[in-house]
């Protein structure tokens, strides 16, 4: 009916995409990671959204389970803002950037336990601040992994001669472009913390070793000259000095 190519209907169905834009005669497609964090699990969810951007419609796939649509969803069902009077553009102007600013929350939380480990870390370190470490290490990887592409992809609308989007809009979409070079510069900051994060606790567990060190060394250096006294006079021989005095 929307005279989608096939192999765009292939790449919705694969929803391991990375985010990219791809022009057509009669629509744009765009791919997308929606990065949240489940209300139930609490884990980091990342999820594609595949847009269809044509003349007078916007389609939206999405894989099941929650999303960050709900504030674009109630502006449409109250009439408020531009998103009823602007064209299709807009509409996936607004879709895009509600995804974006999700990055922002998901940043914001990631940050905060970056922040508690630091401290664990440096008050208390143990094997357990090590796995959290990793843990942190995959999900920034993940964010990265999805927010490192957008850049180029957001460059590629900007620079795209579509009549689909139209002339205003494009400052729209360089705002979304601004946002996601701050995410990406965020993520950055975030990896060079976490990479600190490893080689402080790597010194706090050497410096502990040291005082553990320190402490052998004290009390070795006070019993090797008993010990020698010990060895010397324990021996079994009758000519000794000292061995029969009063």
């Known amino acids: 009916r929307f005279g989608l190519h096939p192999l765009t209907v292939e790449?919705?169905?694969?929803?391991?995409?990375?985010?990219?834009?791809?022009?057509?005669?009669?629509?744009?497609?765009?791919?997308?990671?929606?990065?949240?964090f489940g209300?139930?699990?609490?884990?980091?969810?990342?999820?594609?959204?595949s847009l269809i951007i044509g003349d007078k419609?916007?389609?939206?796939?999405?894989?099941?389970?929650?999303?960050v649509f709900e504030s674009v969803r109630a502006r449409i069902r109250n009439n408020r803002g531009?998103?009823?009077k602007m064209k299709a553009d807009y509409l996936a102007y607004t879709l895009?950037?509600?995804v974006v600013d999700n990055y922002f929350l998901v940043l914001e939380r990631l940050g905060e336990t970056l922040e508690e480990l630091e401290d664990q870390i440096v008050e208390n370190p143990?094997?357990?601040?090590?796995k959290k470490i990793h843990r942190m290490k995959r999900e920034i990887l993940h964010v990265r992994k999805a927010v490192w592409p957008l850049r180029e992809e957001l460059a590629?609308?900007?620079?795209?001669?579509?009549?689909?989007?139209?002339?205003?809009?494009?400052a729209y979409f360089r705002d979304v472009h601004d946002h996601a070079i701050r995410v990406i510069d965020t993520i950055e900051t975030y990896r060079d913390v976490l990479i600190g994060m490893h080689d402080t606790y790597l010194s706090s567990v050497s410096n502990r070793m040291n005082e553990v060190m320190k402490l052998l060394t004290i009390i070795a250096t006070i019993f090797i000259p008993l010990t020698f006294f010990v060895g010397v006079y324990g021996m079994n021989f009758d000519y000794m000095p000292e061995l029969r005095w009063r």
């Open 96 to 98: 895009m950037d509600c």
């Open 11 to 36: 790449d919705i169905v694969n929803t391991t995409q990375r985010p990219k834009m791809e022009e057509f005669d009669d629509y744009i497609y765009v791919v997308i990671r929606m990065l949240y």
């Open 126 to 130: 143990d094997p357990d601040s090590m």
């Open 82 to 84: 531009r998103v009823r």
């Open 39 to 49: 209300s139930n699990s609490g884990e980091l969810v990342n999820e594609q959204v």
């Open 156 to 170: 590629a609308i900007l620079r795209s001669e579509s009549p689909i989007i139209n002339e205003p809009t494009y």
């Open 57 to 67: 419609f916007v389609i939206s796939f999405q894989e099941p389970g929650e999303d």
